[in-house]
């Protein structure tokens, strides 16, 4: 893997020391000094500008040590209007350092060291700080965003499919969906693991997330289940301690939700399974519930239920599995560096108990950045998030 090289020109920027190299695919540009009312008294704007070519933004992490040997990792969360990367801090009006810098990309690939002063006394202070954009509104991963107002950022990032090109579509009585945290993401970040498939035709999705919202409010980890083309209440059913939901922003859909924390480092078993509904002919319940061990005891938490069209279940599209985050919208969450480690194993689903016939196909979106890694492990496949994180 080819390194990438930072250097430091001396002619451009207000610093001391140098770097030598023949690739200048990273350049430090200046460093102003700035008197700014927004640092507290006694202190300074000082700004490190870097262009960085042959790379969007949003894929670096600054990676910066003093010479206490004290190392600090730093979003690149602004540029200028040239799309040069500004790093920006208030700090004492004498302040001196010497400093080690580099960039770090989502896939690993990191550039070579710049070694610069910085000399902050008698430095001559200019009147304004550079005019910058965030970073969420250049960035160009916009998956499922608005294309034409980029600024609103994105809603979600699909990381990579794992799917089951299988022909069957025999009616069935339960689907089982095994999984297995084997390190869960952070409490307060935003991830889905998501099954989708369609039932009788009707399109529908469920699993585990990170943080499930009602009406405004968070409720921490939960499992959810939702089909579309209904916002007829009639056509769901709750279980105690969980909610639903009925809208149209993602197309009509009505949805059950219930907070639950799956166990880390155990399966656990999403169960599907279907009952006629008695009052209705020609609608088939769905109900879903979470198998699992919770301190050598067997539990098993229900989640709720969602009627269909048609008198039995039949699976009418493949099932696709995918991890993704959403509330990507966030200001502070358009950036890859945002998305926390996370690792998890799927083993292969079962249908009325016998596993699917077929091997998965793992594929990765386009237009996503390649943060996570999809191996096959036995029977199973295993997602994780690769790379290093500003957490």
Not at 73 to 94: E, F, K, M
Not at 135 to 149: N, V
Not at 353 to 370: A, E, S
């Amino acid at each position: 893997m080819a390194l990438l090289a930072l250097i430091v020109l001396p002619e451009q920027a207000t610093a001391k020391g140098s770097v030598t190299s023949s690739d200048d695919t990273a350049i430090l540009d200046q460093i102003r000094y700035v008197n700014d009312d927004r640092c507290q008294k006694g202190q300074i704007l000082i700004e490190e500008h870097f262009t960085v070519l042959g790379f969007d933004p949003a894929d670096l992490l600054l990676v910066r040590k003093n010479k206490q040997e004290k190392v600090s990792r730093h979003l690149v969360s602004r540029v200028d209007p040239s799309g040069r990367i500004i790093h920006s801090y208030c700090a004492n009006r004498y302040y001196n350092d010497f400093i080690e810098t580099s960039f770090l990309s989502h896939n690993g690939q990191s550039t070579t060291l710049a070694r610069y002063s910085i000399w902050a006394q008698g430095q001559k202070l200019l009147p304004s700080r550079t005019p910058t954009l965030a970073i969420y509104q250049t960035t160009r991963y916009t998956q499922f965003g608005d294309k034409e107002r980029p600024e609103k950022g994105i809603c979600c990032w699909h990381y990579g499919y794992i799917n089951y090109p299988w022909d069957k579509t025999e009616p069935f009585k339960i689907i089982e969906l095994p999984i297995k945290i084997q390190a869960a993401p952070k409490p307060d970040s935003h991830i889905y693991i998501m099954f989708y498939s369609a039932i009788n035709g009707v399109k529908f999705y469920l699993g585990y997330q990170t943080n499930l919202k009602n009406k405004g409010q968070d409720h921490g980890p939960g499992v959810i289940f939702s089909r579309w083309d209904s916002q007829d209440g009639s056509d769901l059913r709750t279980v105690p301690e969980g909610f639903s939901e009925i809208g149209a922003y993602e197309g009509r859909f009505v949805s059950v939700r219930k907070p639950l924390q799956l166990p880390e480092g155990r399966t656990a078993v999403l169960e599907l399974t279907t009952h006629p509904d008695k009052n209705r002919k020609g609608k088939v319940w769905l109900d879903l519930a979470v198998a699992y061990s919770d301190n050598g005891k067997q539990r098993r938490e229900r989640i709720g239920g969602l009627r269909f069209p048609g008198p039995l279940a039949q699976l009418t599209k493949k099932l696709k599995i995918t991890v993704e985050s959403y509330a990507l919208h966030q200001k502070n969450r358009a950036n890859i560096w945002r998305v926390p480690p996370f690792d998890f194993l799927f083993d292969t689903p079962r249908i009325d108990r016998h596993p699917i016939p077929v091997p998965p196909h793992l594929t990765y979106p386009k237009k996503v950045p390649k943060i996570i890694k999809m191996t096959q492990e036995g029977e199973g496949v295993r997602l994780r998030r690769v790379g290093l994180t500003n957490q």
